[in-house]
T-cell receptor, first 113, second 119 residues
Framework: KQEVTQIPAALSVPEGENLVLNCSFTDSAIYNLQWFRQDPGKGLTSLLLIQSSQREQTSGRLNASLDKSSGRSTLYIAASQPGDSATYLC????????????FGKGTKLTVNP | GAVVSQHPSRVICKSGTSVKIECRSLDFQATTMFWYRQFPKKSLMLMAT?????????EQGVEKDKFLINHASLTLSTLTVTSAHPEDSSFYIC???????????????FGPGTRLTVL
């Protein structure tokens, strides 16, 4: 059974810092990996999608990498801003049958002005 | 990215009534949609997979007669909470999977959520 772990559970940084969020998964048989952000009381916003054949994706100040063989992904946020404060969720689409997303528990990021 | 809407965004109802929540993919067709619920400060819990033109697939422990799902078209899925009770109060979120191909093939897009409060 696929399990996704995110470290750290919470992170607080001063504005302007570069930071890395970590995600690991136990079964490398995945279709893709997605990073989302969730603001309190809101739905999820898709940030980056990495297909299983890809190594990384970039969007603005965000860069996500995927190492499928080791079951790891990182989300790099450059020059963090207070508006980046949110919970970041990592999810993999499992090949195990139903093609559902399996989520980690998230990393709550706070960027202090 | 693609847009998924949910309606209503908030609903308050009396115990025993039924509530319908709509999930629409606005600019793409979705043969598969998903329904989640989320308790405060907790992870998303997948309730069911909604398949266009066929019966939904429910996760273990989710009562299919309690949470009725209908996926009548490629852009609309509905979740009806029947005979709602206070313990059904939660944040319900839907998502739609892009199966049309291209760079975002299999990318999932989420709706903004519906806050249900049952009195």
């Amino acid at each position: 059974k696929q399990e996704v772990t995110q470290i750290p559970a919470a992170l607080s940084v001063p504005e302007g810092e570069n930071l890395v969020l970590n995600c690991s998964f136990t079964d490398s048989a995945i279709y893709n990996l997605q990073w989302f952000r969730q603001d309190p009381g809101k739905g999820l916003t898709s940030l980056l999608l990495i297909q299983s054949s890809q190594r990384e994706q970039t969007s603005g100040r965000l860069n996500a990498s995927l190492d499928k063989s080791s079951g790891r992904s990182t989300l790099y946020i450059a020059a963090s801003q207070p508006g980046d404060s949110a919970t970041y969720l990592c999810a993999v689409m499992d090949k195990g049958g139903s093609e559902k997303l399996v989520f980690g528990k998230g990393t709550k990021l706070t960027v202090n002005p | 990215g693609a847009v998924v809407s949910q309606h209503p965004s908030r609903v308050i109802c009396k115990s025993g009534t039924s509530v319908k929540i709509e999930c629409r993919s606005l600019d793409f067709q979705a043969t598969t949609m998903f329904w989640y619920r989320q308790f405060p400060k907790k992870s998303l819990m997948l309730m069911a997979t909604s398949n266009e033109g066929s019966k939904a697939t429910y996760e273990q422990g989710v009562e299919k007669d309690k949470f009725l799902i209908n996926h009548a078209s490629l852009t609309l899925s509905t979740l009806t909470v029947t005979s709602a009770h206070p313990e059904d109060s939660s944040f319900y979120i839907c998502s739609a999977r892009n199966t049309a191909g291209g760079a975002s093939y299999n990318e999932q897009f989420f709706g903004p959520g519906t806050r249900l409060t049952v009195l």
